[in-house]
């Protein structure tokens, strides 16, 4: 059979179309943004030896990650980068997405590390997992399918349109909401015998305002704590018990905030 060749789009010139939007949509108001978003090409970005499968479509910290070259948290992730570059280190990373944290941290920790990456999303556990495969860190980095709390079972979890990163245990109300999936829930309690054997512990946590359900049993409990947490505090007014207060009475102090997180650090760890 003859006739014309499919038309095919000139992999530079697709470059460059991809580039313009990226530069369309960084000097664009907020509701040319809005418009653009749907139509904002998934991407592989590289940036400081890590590659990341971001769709900016669906997904705030995606879409930060492919229009400026890095995650949005960069003073955070730096700081826990220097905690635990070159140490066997243990890292719980609570509310993990697509890796922003997980995969620069575990590329960064000596042999014998291991990443626990949480993440409920069934979306973004695949977006999880391919991250970790594009960056060989198959014996490193671990996902935990399942949502944190104080206790075992199941839950909702909602969805926010245009945002998986923004999914949550707790209610999300009005036309933000786009439907939700019911998630396995355990304890955090559950994972942290497995610090045993590394030089340095580190939490990092970002689960929409459920923070003090995932973190209150394990400050309660008397036992294991991490030498470092990085939890995000923008929702701490909504808190209805002080857990920044918590966990500086635990012989932690707090040698950062940026980017909506507290960096707390135990005394005499670092």
Not at 50 to 76: C, K, L
Not at 78 to 94: K, R
Not at 179 to 204: F, M, N, Q
Request: proline share 6%.
């Amino acid at each position: 059979m003859t006739g014309q060749a499919s038309p095919l789009i000139d992999p530079v010139s697709a470059e460059m179309t991809a580039e313009a939007l990226r530069e369309l949509f960084r000097g664009a108001d907020r509701a040319t943004r809005r418009k653009l978003v749907p139509i904002l090409p998934p991407a592989e970005i590289s940036f400081a030896g890590v590659r990341m499968y971001v769709d900016p479509r669906d997904n705030y910290t995606d879409r930060m990650i492919w229009r400026d070259g890095h995650p949005p948290e960069i003073r955070s992730l730096t700081a826990l980068l220097e905690l635990v570059e070159g140490q066997n280190a243990f890292i719980l990373d609570i509310g993990a997405n697509s890796g922003a944290f997980a995969i620069p941290l575990a590329l960064a920790a000596g042999e014998g590390s291991r990443v626990i990456a949480f993440e409920p999303n069934p979306t973004m556990i695949g977006r999880l997992g391919h991250n970790i495969r594009l960056n060989d860190l198959g014996e490193v980095v671990r996902i935990e399918g399942c949502a944190l709390s104080d206790k075992a079972g199941e839950g909702l979890l909602n969805f926010r349109q245009r945002n998986f990163g923004q999914a949550s245990l707790l209610p999300i109300r009005g036309r933000v909401r786009d439907g939700g999936t019911l998630v396995p829930i355990r304890p955090l309690l559950d994972y942290v015998h497995e610090a045993e054997g590394h030089d340095v512990s580190i939490l990092k946590i970002d689960v929409e305002g459920a923070e003090v359900a995932v973190l209150a049993p394990l400050l309660n409990a008397g036992g294991w704590l991490p030498d470092a947490m990085l939890v995000e505090t923008d929702h701490a007014d909504e808190w209805d018990v002080d857990l920044v207060g918590q966990i500086k009475d635990l012989g932690f102090e707090v040698t950062l905030e940026a980017e909506q997180n507290t960096l707390f650090v135990r005394k005499g760890a670092a």
